[in-house]
């Protein structure tokens, strides 16, 4: 009896994980440079700086700052996470097309 009761907590438990997980969308770039910075401020260390139309990842998106994740070149390895401004990224509806294998709406 005692079985099915541990493995109900578990279940719940991995439920409430999952709800949790992050959810990554992917932005674009708008300003002619964008900063990410370590921390939600303007005085934070900056991480790197992406120019208009680069690719951004973006895990959460908040009032003024987002979560990001970028991958800066390819000969990096892990990607700098970290976070940006809202105001600097656009959603493209050409790109989430395309990513749904949607080529002719993408283009």
């Known amino acids: 009896m005692w079985c ?3 493995l109900a907590v578990c279940l719940v438990l991995g439920a409430s994980g999952a ?4 959810v990554f969308s992917k932005s674009l770039v708008r ?13 934070a260390p900056v991480l ?3 120019p208009h139309g680069a690719l951004v990842y973006v895990r959460r998106i908040g009032t003024e700052w987002c979560d990001v994740s970028v991958s800066v070149s390819p000969r990096v390895e892990r990607p700098i996470d970290g976070v940006m401004r809202c105001g600097d990224l656009v959603q493209s509806a050409g790109l989430e097309a395309f990513a749904k294998n949607q080529f002719a709406a993408a283009a």
């Open 4 to 6: 099915r009761a541990v």
């Open 19 to 22: 709800a949790e997980a992050e």
């Open 31 to 43: 300003t002619t440079e964008a900063r990410v910075h370590a921390t939600a401020a303007t005085s």
């Open 48 to 50: 790197a700086t992406l």
